[in-house]
């Protein structure tokens, strides 16, 4: 079915709400003044904002007021889905960008091989654990899959051990432990980490063929790899020292800057297709892109100056209320089913909290209080889980009812965070905070969700 841009007016007899751009306009308003209102009731208790943006979408989705018929006929109708998901997805793919550009490997050059075995002792425990969560799905959730064994287990893997940078440095800036060596290593591990996971979702996109049953070849699977890997290849090698020639001509302060971020964007949107069209997802494309970006002149900076207003105020809270619209909890029925919430949360926590502990204790010397604080910290969710499953949802590797436990499984924890490393870490009081140390969160890590 068509569907007009705009209507001819209420004159006219026409409703506006019958048509794709008021009725789109009517949606983000309700999106943004619900998640809004909710994240200032909750801002007494330090949550992070996604937390109320995810919440914001459950409320007005299937599980609560999308239950209103005439609510969701009217706000929400089925053939306004795809505008609004290629609005929310065009967010994401933009913030994933600036993800991958404001990712401080110097960070973790300063913290040494720390930084990598905190990460791998977050990451292995759970992703081990998820082969055997898949067969307790498979028996909790009678559900047709549409991946195989080996994929799901790696895209569980995944969404189990990823850790949400843009949460954590929020979290670490509200509790001032952004400046101190503490915040350091744990944004420095969280940064191995989430590079880590977004390999293993790729890894696990290309060998179940995307979900879906297709007739392509047998080395699909195979094909998509070396793609991607020429991909990367091609971008670190070739684009980067282009970039670099830009960033340079561009300067701190040239009249080409403007012209010259333009450019990245637009050349972080062509990746993004890039990879679309190799059988990965868009966003791993903008994440490379943005990694792949030139530090020097500050070009880096002046492109998040420019496009993380739009896309932290306006196009990823959109997103993660989508998510929460596409999640049912009614879905989740049974004991079984709830054995499977608890159960994946149990798995999500303790898995990175004993890996993490057990290394910052053993391998570095932490303090005990410290390490248990850093377990904690590695074991927010948040964004980068929601945008891991909504992936997964996409290509058919999650049913309705997995998604929605995952979805309660991040937002939990994301929950807890906060007040469990606020009672486990006290700043000391000789401790250098993150105003006198001149650490500023920008961008995408000033606290977008």
Request: glycine share 10%; with cysteine.
């Amino acid at each position: 079915m068509a569907v007009k841009m705009a209507s001819d007016g209420l004159w006219q007899g026409e409703n506006p709400l019958d048509f794709a751009l008021p009725l789109l306009a009517v949606q983000i308003a309700v999106v943004l003044v619900v998640t809004q209102g909710l994240a200032f009731a909750l801002k007494p208790l330090r949550q992070p904002r996604v937390v109320a943006e995810i919440l914001g979408g459950i409320l007005l989705g299937p599980s609560a007021l999308g239950r209103w018929g005439a609510f969701r006929r009217t706000i929400f109708p089925e053939w306004s889905t795809a505008a609004l998901d290629t609005v929310s997805g065009l967010g994401l793919l933009l913030f994933l960008f600036l993800v991958g550009l404001e990712l401080d490997f110097g960070a973790v050059r300063r913290v040494g091989p720390r930084s990598v075995a905190i990460a791998a002792a977050g990451i292995v425990p759970p992703l081990l654990a998820a082969a055997g969560i898949v067969p307790l799905l498979d028996l909790a959730i009678p559900a047709p899959r549409h991946a195989s064994y080996f994929s799901f287990c790696v895209f569980l893997g995944a969404a189990l051990s990823v850790t949400a940078l843009p949460v954590l440095a929020c979290i670490l800036k509200e509790l001032g432990l952004l400046g101190v060596p503490f915040g350091e290593t744990a944004m420095a591990a969280a940064a191995v980490n989430d590079v880590f996971a977004w390999t293993l979702l790729a890894l696990a996109l290309a060998v179940s063929g995307g979900g879906h049953d297709t007739n392509g070849p047998p080395l699909a699977p195979v094909y998509i790899l070396a793609s991607g890997a020429l991909f990367v290849g091609i971008t670190f090698i070739a684009l980067r020292p282009l970039m670099a020639r830009l960033a340079r001509r561009a300067g701190p302060d040239g009249a080409d800057g403007d012209l010259a971020c333009s450019g990245a964007v637009a050349c972080a949107l062509l990746a993004g297709a890039v990879t679309d069209a190799i059988g990965v997802h868009p966003v791993f494309g903008a994440f490379v892109f943005g990694l792949a970006m030139p530090r020097e002149s500050g070009f880096a900076e002046r492109i998040g100056e420019k496009v993380a207003p739009l896309v932290s105020g306006l196009m990823l809270p959109l997103y993660f209320a989508t998510s929460g619209l596409h999640t049912d909890v009614d879905s989740v029925r049974g004991v079984a089913a709830w054995g499977m919430v608890a159960l994946v949360m149990a798995v999500a926590v303790a898995g990175k909290f004993a890996g993490t502990f057990a290394v910052a204790v053993a391998g570095t010397g932490m303090a005990r209080r410290e390490a248990a604080a850093l377990g904690v910290a590695m074991s927010a969710k948040g964004l980068v889980e929601l945008i891991v499953l909504n992936i997964g949802k996409e290509k058919k590797v999650l049913d309705d009812t997995t998604f929605a436990i995952f979805v309660i499984m991040a937002l939990t924890t994301t929950v807890v965070a906060t007040p469990l490393m606020t009672a486990l870490y006290r700043l000391p009081p000789t401790a250098t905070t993150p105003e006198s140390d001149g650490v500023e969160l920008k961008g995408s890590d000033a606290c977008p969700a």
